[in-house]
């Protein structure tokens, strides 16, 4: 779930959350995770140890990126949420992922263990966000599954997914790298002024890296970790 850490990335720039546990069934994602952030995360969330650690380690906020048609990992993502009851859990997912029927299972889910899934009114447009709205020439739409626990919400009348324009986004669209810096003191990757991403030098020896040309979702998942913090008691 975990990727290369672009949720990660959005959700510690707003200052107030901190990664505690990640997994990922890819290695290579792996690696690179532990590279950018210092933290190796755990693996498939089908092993026995993996979902014994996650459900061991407090949190407050659970986030999942699904990228693949899987639906098995949608429905343990909900029994993980099931047994450790978050505050809020966020889902990401491609637009050609979602469906109607999910969002009516996740919808059905939620009103049976009390929680609110924002801006849905049972169209998957209601939960689709747009990068070129965030400042970035560029389309490419993500549906978020917010889902907040009823008894942590500060008002419901605030509730909504759309561009917050009180939001700063200059923040995350471009970060400089400096390659003078010594090698240690190099992050090894470059945000991009489109809120792209790419593996610079510096990056872990015999693994292959990726070229990542499409836009990351950062400044969405950014919108949506500031719209927590206004939300969440």
């Known amino acids: 779930f975990c990727g290369f850490g672009a949720m990660t990335k959005a959700f510690e720039r707003t200052g107030a959350f901190k990664s505690v546990l990640a997994t990922d069934v890819d290695e290579n994602m792996r690696v690179h995770f532990d590279y950018l952030f210092q933290k190796k995360p755990l693996g498939d969330i089908f092993n026995k140890e993996t979902m014994k650690a996650i459900h061991t380690t407090p949190y407050d906020v659970l986030c999942a990126g699904i990228n693949d048609l899987n639906e098995e990992a949608f429905y343990k993502v909900l029994e993980i949420v099931e047994k450790d009851i978050p505050k809020a859990f966020v889902l990401e997912m491609d637009t050609s992922i979602m469906s109607k029927s999910l969002c009516k299972t996740l919808k059905n889910f939620c009103e049976k263990h009390e929680y609110h899934f924002v801006g849905y009114n049972d169209s998957i447009e209601d939960i689709t966000l747009n990068l070129e709205n965030f400042g970035v020439p560029e389309f490419c739409e993500r549906v978020y599954c917010v889902c907040l626990k009823n008894e942590w919400i500060r008002c419901k009348d605030s509730l909504s997914l759309q561009l917050n324009k009180e939001h700063d986004y200059e923040c995350y669209k ?49 919108n949506v970790a500031l719209s927590l913090m206004e939300w969440l008691i």
């Open 174 to 222: 471009y970060t400089k790298y400096e390659p003078e810096k010594k090698p240690e003191q190099r992050r090894g990757i470059d945000w991009g002024f489109e809120g792209n991403f790419r593996f610079l030098d510096g990056t872990p020896e015999n693994h292959k890296v990726a070229i990542i040309d499409e836009a990351s979702p950062i400044p969405m998942t950014y």
